[in-house]
Nanobody
Framework: QVQLVESGGGSVQAGGSLRLSCAASGFSYSISYMGWFRQTPGNEREGVAALDTDGSSTYYDASVKGRFTISQDNAENTVYLQMNSLKPEDTAMYFC???????????????????WGQGTQVTVSA
């Protein structure tokens, strides 16, 4: 089992920045993929950014490319999402996902066997 705990959400004005953190525990040494997804009420969860934990690749949705950066601290088993130039449309509940399967599949699409955190709310006001 892998446990994920997100933090760092909050409220910010448009143009501002936030950094989300996702700390992994449990069988964290076996994680091969970590990603950030977001969801608004009545909508499906959508992929924002993801990475392969071996450092080989990062992935971004077009809507956040150039504004968001995903990174990892292997020593701390933590993944970060630096969000700059935030827009009101970035408002959502943000979830961290992890997976141990190789290959996992499309990096910005939820997988049936992803582990999930509890989510952290990001609210961007105009």
């Amino acid at each position: 089992q892998v446990q994920l705990v997100e933090s760092g959400g909050g409220s910010v004005q448009a143009g501002g920045s936030l950094r989300l953190s996702c700390a992994a525990s449990g069988f964290s040494y076996s994680i091969s993929y970590m990603g950030w997804f977001r969801q608004t009420p009545g909508n499906e969860r959508e992929g924002v950014a993801a990475l392969d934990t071996d450092g080989s690749s990062t992935y971004y949705d077009a809507s956040v490319k150039g504004r968001f950066t995903i990174s990892q601290d292997n020593a701390e088993n933590t993944v970060y999402l630096q969000m700059n130039s935030l827009k009101p449309e970035d408002t959502a509940m943000y979830f961290c996902a992890a997976n141990v399967r190789r290959p996992r599949g499309a990096p910005l699409v939820p997988a049936f066997d992803d582990y999930w955190g509890q989510g952290t709310q990001v609210t961007v006001s105009a």
